[in-house]
């Protein structure tokens, strides 16, 4: 099946610091990625989609100048999460399609804002 | 807004037992319904489907019927393995959305 890997699966960083977050199509071209957030024993939460070549569109609530998605190619999303504090921190998930409903997910990324 | 509600885990059970894991949903239209799968370590994994009332998804022993009279989408499996500990979410998408709305996920733990 498709895979989508993420970079790095683990991050520390200072609060105020911003941290960027990788998500690739590794076999196939993906017009379309979806950023989710989880936090601890919660549901994945949709954060925005991410559209190749335009801008992404944000859910209600989510702060578009707090969490920046370029998705510059369409192989390669990325999450950059600016002035992070340690509310920021969480489990944030990408995935990507090639079409249809199915959604390919990456294994995640882990980020501690100390 | 849309929503799925999963049972709590973990859920404990020894190999070979009857597996259930409850999920309901609330959704606009008429959703399609999933089930994702995450090994540890691993990404979500698509388990099964089904896109309309009445339809039966079902992979590696798992199944499940979508109710749309109970709005439910229980899954299954008649006869667990250990290497089927795993966290297990359902899931929906409706109105047109490819993105997906997930329910808290359940974790399984299997033992010998």
């Known amino acids: 099946g498709a895979v989508v890997s993420q970079h790095p699966s683990r991050v520390i960083c200072k609060s105020g610091t911003s941290v960027k977050i990788e998500c690739r199509s590794l076999?196939?071209?993906?017009?379309?990625m979806f950023w989710y957030r989880q936090f601890p024993k919660q549901s994945l939460m949709l954060m925005a989609t991410s559209n190749e070549g335009s801008k992404a569109t944000y859910e209600q609530g989510v702060e578009k100048d707090k969490f920046l998605i370029n998705h510059a190619s369409l192989t390669l999303s990325t999450l950059t999460v600016t002035s992070a504090h340690p509310e920021d921190s969480s489990f944030y998930i990408c995935?990507?399609?090639?079409?249809?409903?199915?959604?390919?997910f990456g294994p995640g990324t882990r980020l501690l804002v100390l | 807004g849309d929503s799925v509600t999963q049972m709590e885990g973990p859920v404990t059970l020894s190999e070979e037992a009857f597996l259930t894991i409850n999920c309901t949903y609330t959704a606009t239209g008429y959703p399609s319904l999933f089930w994702y799968v995450q090994y540890p370590g691993e990404g979500l994994q698509l388990l099964l489907k089904?896109?309309?009332?009445?339809d039966k998804g079902s992979n590696k022993g798992f199944e499940a019927t979508y109710r749309k009279e109970t709005t439910s989408f229980h899954l299954e499996k008649g006869s667990v393995q250990v290497s089927d500990s795993a966290v297990y979410f359902c899931a929906l998408s409706a109105g047109g959305r490819r993105a997906l709305t997930f329910g808290s996920g359940t974790r399984l733990q299997v033992q010998p």
């Open positions: 995935s990507a399609g090639v079409s249809g409903e199915t959604q390919y």
């Open positions: 089904a896109t309309k009332a009445d």
């Open positions: 076999d196939f071209q993906a017009t379309t």
